[in-house]
């Protein structure tokens, strides 16, 4: 590492100490932007980097609320308003147990550059809390969104900050905060999306992550002379995104045989297609979080305590969480013929983890490949203010364009050579436009 990247990661440490997944995300863009940064002393002037790294807001809060034995429980809520410069906050919101302060600050850091990747007009957000829906009632779940909203309504709306699902968080979730905001503020309008089809929601929203996935992965594979129809793929996770993933790859003629989740890892040599595929989403209604029902339901292996990266596949796909994939993991996936990994999950690789994969074969980052989510999300937000709702092929034409586009970005700014780095195409690619309009907008 340059002696100068090494004295910026140093001050960050010292200024934010103990935010490791934080100071992770902000190494990987540091490392690649630097030298692009030296060439452009006007952003160095303007200390462009150091104020990247500065989240505009932090705000955290208590939510206490009362659950079904009428004990009272307190979580913390907070939401990162990490940077305006290219439009209103815009990310999602995180109800997990693993929820800190750090995770929410590299997702929120990750936000701006990938919110900048898709060309709409929004800037980067996160948010969230260490509650978990896993395990809880419906009853509890409203509760407990209830009292979030009752302190965040004063911190967002449509013009200043958009949130959205993330992990724990989808249409259940969206609905009732957005009842409790409407509530608050008496005001129907566009300041969460996710949102249900009959009060505001866009279609296509639910399998935009997971599509835009895949048509990322498309282009990838076009540049090796390649198509998804015969490709083998391993996923992991068994949510919304990996559900999307798995629709789409079907539909084009690939086969995926992993899912995943906390207790191990479904090998389904056949495919898994059809009534398989809807049965992920009962899977995820019981509210167990566990995966191992697949295989008594469909005969297929069940390894327990395991990531799926031990399965030899053309493709892989992570879409569970950060830091899925290890070293480890990373250097079976090579040595098992594995030629592409499209992470789809926000930072899903170790630092390690995604520089073995770039030298060693076609790797691309969260950032980039799971970025149709919020693209959609954008596309919902175009709507509210139009007061309207496109058809399906609309927004679906539009992710594809997005995706392609944001595979053009990649390549623009990351060939080397014949090959694609991918990490620093999107890094670059996402940062030039933050930095230009931070500058033109002056020292705030
Ligand atoms: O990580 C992400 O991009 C999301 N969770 C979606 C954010 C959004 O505002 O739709």
């Known amino acids: 590492m340059k002696a100068d990247i090494k004295e910026f990661i140093a001050n960050l440490e010292r200024r934010t100490p103990g935010e490791n997944e934080f100071h992770q995300a902000v190494e990987e863009v540091i490392e690649s932007v630097w030298s692009y940064y030296e060439k452009h002393p006007r952003y160095q002037k303007a200390k462009i980097l150091e104020r990247m790294v500065e989240p505009e807001r932090v705000i955290m809060f208590r939510v206490p609320w009362v659950d079904d034995r009428d004990d009272v429980q307190i979580n913390r809520g907070y939401r990162i308003e990490f940077n ?13 147990a693993s929820v800190t302060l750090s995770i929410l600050k590299f ?20 948010g969230g809390s260490d509650f978990s829906p896993k395990g809880k009632t419906d009853g509890e779940i409203m509760r407990f969104c209830q009292s979030f909203m009752t302190e965040l309504y004063r911190h967002i709306g449509p013009n200043t900050d958009v949130p959205a699902g993330d992990i724990g968080v989808g249409g259940r979730e ?13 005001e129907f309008t566009g300041v969460l999306t996710g949102k ?17 996935a895949v048509y990322f992965l498309e282009h990838m594979l076009k540049r090796i002379d390649k198509t998804i129809d015969g490709q083998i793929v391993s996923v992991s996770g068994f949510g919304n995104v990996a559900w999307g993933v ?42 167990n ?22 399965v030899p596949v053309d493709v892989a796909m992570p879409c569970a969480t950060e830091n899925e994939v290890t070293l480890e993991d990373a250097e079976n996936l090579v040595k098992n013929g594995c030629k592409l990994l499209a992470e789809v999950s926000n930072m899903g690789c170790t630092t390690e983890a995604m520089e073995y994969l770039s030298e060693n ?3 691309a980052p969260g950032k980039a490949v799971n970025a149709g989510g919020v693209a959609v999300s ?35 700014y990351g060939l080397s050579g014949s090959k694609v780095d991918y990490v620093k195409g999107a890094n670059v690619g996402g940062f030039v436009k933050v930095a230009e309009a931070m500058l033109a907008q002056g020292v705030v």
């Open 196 to 212: 249900g089809l009959a009060w505001g929601g866009s279609l296509i929203r639910p399998e935009a992550t997971g599509f835009g």
């Open 246 to 287: 798995i629709t789409k790859i079907n539909e084009l003629g690939g086969k995926v045989v992993t899912i995943s989740g906390p207790d191990g890892y479904i090998y389904d040599a056949d495919g898994i297609t059809g009534e398989k595929v809807d049965y992920l989403l009962e899977l995820r209604a019981t509210n």
């Open 174 to 186: 969206i609905g009732y905060l957005f009842g409790q905001y409407k509530r608050m503020k008496n």
């Open 84 to 96: 305006s410069a290219l439009g209103p906050y815009k990310g999602g919101l995180r109800f997990h």
């Open 289 to 310: 979080d566990i995966v191992e029902p697949y295989a008594e339901e469909f005969g297929a292996k069940f390894v327990e305590g395991k990531h799926p990266w031990e």
């Open 361 to 363: 074969i076609d790797y």
């Open 107 to 126: 997702l929120g850091f990750e936000q701006t550059f990938k919110n900048s990747l898709t060309t709409l007009p929004m800037g980067g957000g996160k």
């Open 378 to 412: 954008g596309l919902e937000m175009s709507q509210n203010s139009m007061r309207i709702n496109w058809p399906r092929e609309e927004v679906d034409a539009r992710l594809k364009g997005i995706m392609k586009d944001i595979h053009e970005t990649c390549v623009e």
